[in-house]
């Protein structure tokens, strides 16, 4: 939570929601839905509930129904974001449908709107401040997006038609070509690399990971060599160590990572996706061994569906 303070669950109308009870009243749903609100000036606001319930009441008002929830604010990352479950029913007892393009945009913009309301539109300052903390990033950026759009129409882009923040623009670019993922071809005309967004995308995680294992053996106080970006798949091998740390890869699907510290004296990095041992805590002595080769229960149950389909 915020300050480092236990993070709790509220809903339209109190707080200290008890989530495990709230789980148990709608345990026999035949779905529900899951969300994380990320407002990217969410630092600007003192608090998020009043911003979460706002875009709430307008979803209702969008979907014609009360809607049932619970949600938890965040700040243990860089931005601060709320974790929403909403229960699968409206008020009338029938399953909560919600469209595809409301999920993916109207639910967005009404967020946009809500938070424009709040904070008052950007200055031509503070987006030039934005944009400058993106040229040299190693992820897939705002400008990115605008560059993809722009390369997608001629397979070049040029900036002579992005006169706004052109001087952003081509610091981008050329900052893509260090990384080879762009090329100057003449005057104001540039090409992007075809797996630029594969490749962003790669960088990205590669950073995280870096820093997960930096920030782990940290925080234990050790000095490690970092085994990330040093085994490859081919020589991966058992790796026998002690839990340093166990994170959130990905908040939403509750997917964990672990950070080992081997006894070959280097942190690796581990993803544990959403199956391992929910007793495994830091401090435990493990042994993380290569998946085993041969048939798994998927494979079983693929090759059944082929025998069903003639083999599609």
Do not use: C
């Given at each position: 939570g915020k300050e480092r303070k236990p993070?709790?669950?509220?809903?339209?109308?109190?707080?200290?929601?008890?989530?495990?009870?709230?789980?148990?009243?709608?345990?026999?749903?035949?779905?529900?839905?899951?969300?994380?609100?990320?407002?990217?000036?969410?630092?600007?606001?003192?608090?998020?509930?009043?911003?979460?319930?706002?875009?709430?009441?307008?979803?209702?008002?969008?979907?014609?129904?009360?809607?049932?929830?619970?949600?938890?604010?965040?700040?243990?990352?860089?931005h601060p974001?709320?974790?929403?479950?909403m229960s699968g029913k409206r008020d009338d007892g029938k399953d909560l449908v919600i469209p595809g393009d409301y999920l993916s945009h109207g639910m967005r913009e009404r967020g946009s709107a809500l938070l424009t309301r709040e904070l008052g539109l950007l200055t031509e300052r503070e987006l030039s401040a934005k944009l400058s903390r993106e040229v040299h990033a190693r992820k897939l950026t705002?400008?990115?997006?605008?560059?993809?759009?722009?390369?997608?129409?001629?397979?070049?882009?040029?900036?002579?038609?992005?006169?706004?923040?052109?001087?952003?623009?081509?610091?981008?670019?050329?900052?893509?070509?260090?990384?080879?993922?762009?090329?100057?071809?003449t005057g104001s005309v540039w090409s992007l690399d075809e797996q630029l967004k594969s490749t962003l995308h790669a960088l990205e995680r590669s950073d995280v990971i870096a820093t997960r294992i930096e920030q782990g053996v940290a925080s234990a106080g050790l000095e490690r060599v970092s085994a990330h970006e040093q085994v490859s798949k081919q020589s991966y091998r058992a790796v026998r160590g002690q839990v340093l740390?166990?994170?959130?890869?990905?908040?939403?699907?509750?997917?964990?990572?672990?950070?080992?510290?081997?006894?070959?004296?280097?942190?690796?990095?581990?993803?544990?996706?959403?199956?391992?041992?929910?007793?495994?805590?830091?401090?435990?002595?493990?042994?993380?061994?290569?998946?085993?080769?041969?048939?798994?229960?998927?494979?079983?149950?693929?090759?059944?569906?082929?025998a069903q389909s003639a083999g599609i």
């Open positions: 993070a709790e669950f509220y809903n339209d109308i109190g707080e200290e929601i008890d989530g495990q009870d709230w789980l148990k009243d709608h345990s026999k749903e035949r779905h529900h839905f899951r969300f994380i609100v990320s407002p990217e000036d969410a630092e600007k606001l003192q608090d998020l509930k009043p911003f979460v319930r706002d875009l709430i009441s307008q979803m209702e008002i969008d979907l014609e129904t009360k809607l049932d929830w619970i949600a938890v604010d965040h700040y243990n990352t860089e974001h709320t974790h929403i479950v705002r400008l990115d997006r605008i560059l993809l759009r722009e390369n997608g129409r001629e397979g070049r882009i040029d900036l002579s038609n992005l006169r706004r923040n052109r001087n952003h623009y081509e610091t981008r670019l050329k900052s893509l070509r260090n990384l080879g993922l762009a090329q100057h071809q740390t166990i994170g959130h890869a990905d908040e939403l699907m509750d997917s964990r990572y672990a950070i080992i510290d081997g006894f070959d004296g280097r942190a690796h990095h581990f993803a544990l996706g959403t199956s391992y041992p929910k007793d495994l805590k830091s401090g435990d002595w493990i042994e993380v061994k290569p998946r085993s080769v041969g048939v798994l229960q998927m494979d079983r149950l693929i090759a059944e569906v082929a």
